[in-house]
């Protein structure tokens, strides 16, 4: 009788439901990355709890890691994408999307629902997690995910690890390979590719940011992370070294002061 009484309770006070923020078996996440898997070049989105950082990885494709990329660096295109002309449709007709929730996760497929709201009805709408992110986004939506995704989800890839060089900068770079160059959507056939960067570091202090396309280091031309390594290697410090990037189309140069 007890369960019947507090059920009771819920009705009156929430006669539609739960609240969004406290469906149960759902977790709130953030946006933390959007890297690609080194083993198989495949872009992922990495969502983390907001309570307790526990990280999920979805493997999407590479058109959707662009949006979700672009709208993280906030970076403007000339014309509207697939999922700014989804945003500008629903502002039109007066639709809100009031959350998503990564619902589900069966045979290496992830599954999303949108929650929209229309003239006081709510409207649910199946959807691929890599749309439904993008999506949120771009209308500043809450991303929540269900346990049980969070419970069959396999572990983030692990990035290369970084070498001592690396580390100096304070960034971690990969290879740029097809994959990488469409995600970033540079058409430079060869350097390496800035994947991320330690927010108090050289690097960082010097402009360089995730995206940039390092194409040659002190005057010698960058091919892959190995060869930024041995520049940097070579370079005794305390010293400065010179880099030549390509940051949003553009190539420009960058000096960072390298300590001892």
């Known amino acids: 009788m007890k369960y019947y ?115 006081g009805q709510e409207l649910q709408i199946d959807a691929r997690p890599s749309d439904a992110i993008a999506l949120a986004l771009r209308m500043k939506a809450p991303v929540f995910a269900a346990a049980q995704v969070f419970a069959k989800s396999r572990a983030v890839p692990a990035p290369k690890r970084a070498d001592d060089g690396h580390r100096k900068l304070g960034i971690q770079t990969q290879d740029l390979t097809a994959e990488l160059a469409a995600l970033f959507d540079v058409g430079h056939e060869s350097g390496v590719v800035v994947v991320q960067v330690e927010s108090i570091s050289p690097a960082a202090a010097a402009g360089i940011q995730r995206g940039d396309i390092i194409t040659k280091a002190n005057d010698t031309t960058i091919k892959s992370a190995g060869d930024l390594e041995r520049v940097i290697a070579a370079t005794k410090t305390p010293a400065q070294i010179k880099l030549e990037i390509i940051k949003k189309g553009k190539p420009t140069i960058i000096v960072i002061d390298l300590p001892s």
């Open 5 to 119: 009484r507090w059920l009771a309770i819920w009705l009156l006070l929430y006669p539609g439901g739960l609240p969004a923020a406290q469906d149960l078996g759902t977790v709130e996440t953030k946006i933390k990355t959007v890297m690609v898997d080194p083993n198989t070049q495949a872009p992922v989105v990495v969502l983390e709890s907001v309570t307790d950082q526990r990280l999920l990885p979805i493997w999407i494709d590479v058109a959707e890691a662009r949006a979700i990329a672009l709208e993280l660096e906030q970076v403007k295109t000339p014309r509207p994408l697939t999922h700014d002309l989804m945003r500008n449709i629903l502002n039109r007709i007066g639709a809100t999307l009031e959350r998503v929730v990564i619902t589900d996760l069966r045979n290496n497929t992830y599954y999303a629902t949108l929650y929209l709201r229309l003239k």
